[in-house]
């Protein structure tokens, strides 16, 4: 009778204490993510409370609130920001088998701290008018240290983790020797000083300004769903892209992810919610939002994406590299002058 009585007083109590609830920090900006969130607590009956704002002020927020954080899942893009918040011992393994065994191991950290929630190719975008399509035929990342692209290519300032990313891929691919020579002829190439972000090295190559750009696959659905205004809707429309290194491991692949983190008050909730990002369903309604690439391949990206060519080759470097070669990827950077 006594344990009877116990029970009935801690269901009664217990919703007071545990809120049914799952708190995420989010680097992610997408207003249809609302809906995504609506519906999840409609599935589970676990509530979505969002921070959004920038992957390093939010990094910073999770550091001062410390032991008494109430975040639960930290999600943000590039597989070298996630590094960072388990260098930093933020996390916790994630440990839902659903999503260990729909995501594959190149793709989350090493213990599992974080988990690809889409992937993304940082691939080569050209002018057809400037380039023609024998010459940039069996293009690779390496090959942008020849001679031939001499003031013709623009990319992004050496600061960007999208570009670490792509000379930590390098390194680990091909040696740091290599990539140091490979980084200051390709740096003898660029058309001006970097500057900008990725679609404005989209925006050079459509006004003839460069031949070629180096920025994220992703960037040029959304100038082509015409949701970011005319002017860039119409230079997507005069680019081409070309996916690196077909004939030999692929083109380079980063990804957004997430993790849980160490002292997240609702574990279980975090686990159900990225079981949820990464269903099929869900990583579509995803997909076609941000044109990032889905997990699984059963899933197909958005129209837009689809249009530009399915079934290139992807380097199956693991992303956890990305990471660990971060800091001798900026060393080399710096090096070999890429501003
Ligand atoms: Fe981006």
Do not use: C
């Amino acid at each position: 009778m006594r344990k009877i009585l116990f029970l009935l007083l801690v269901s009664i109590v217990a919703p007071a204490f545990s809120s049914a609830e799952v708190n995420i920090y989010t680097s992610r900006h997408y207003d249809s993510d609302e809906a995504l969130y609506a519906e999840f607590t409609q599935e589970t009956g676990v509530k979505v409370n969002i921070i959004s704002g920038k992957g390093s002020a939010l990094l910073e927020r999770l550091k001062s609130e410390g032991k008494n954080s109430p975040a639960d899942i930290f999600f943000t893009v590039d597989a070298g920001n996630l590094w960072k918040v388990q260098k930093d011992g933020l996390f916790q393994s994630i440990s839902s088998e659903k999503v260990l065994d729909i995501v594959p191991d190149n793709l989350r950290g090493p213990k599992n701290e974080w988990t690809a929630i889409a992937k993304r190719a940082r691939v080569v975008f050209y002018n057809p008018d400037n380039v023609g399509s024998d010459e940039i035929k069996n293009l690779t990342y390496e090959g942008l240290a020849d001679e031939k692209w001499k003031n013709r290519v623009v990319i992004r300032s050496s600061s960007n983790m999208y570009n670490q990313s792509l000379v930590a891929s390098l390194i680990a691919n091909i040696g740091i020797e290599n990539t140091e020579n490979w980084a200051r002829k390709f740096v003898g190439n660029f058309a001006r000083k970097p500057q900008g972000n990725d679609r404005s090295q989209i925006i050079a190559v459509a006004n003839g300004e460069a031949d070629i750009a180096i920025a994220n696959s992703y960037y040029i659905g959304i100038m082509l769903s015409g949701a970011a205004g005319k002017e860039q809707l119409q230079a997507a429309k005069k680019v081409k892209i070309l996916f690196p290194n077909q004939k030999d491991r692929g083109t380079h692949i980063n990804i957004s992810g997430a993790g849980i983190l160490k002292n997240a008050p609702n574990v279980k909730n975090a686990n159900l919610f990225l079981e949820f990002l990464v269903s099929k369903r869900v990583q579509k309604y995803m997909v076609d939002k941000s044109f990032e690439y889905p997990i699984s391949e059963d899933v197909l990206p958005s129209p837009e994406i689809v249009s530009l060519g399915l079934g290139f080759k992807e380097d199956s470097t693991s992303v956890k590299k990305f990471g660990e070669l971060n800091p001798e990827a900026i060393r080399l950077m710096d090096r070999s002058g890429w501003k």
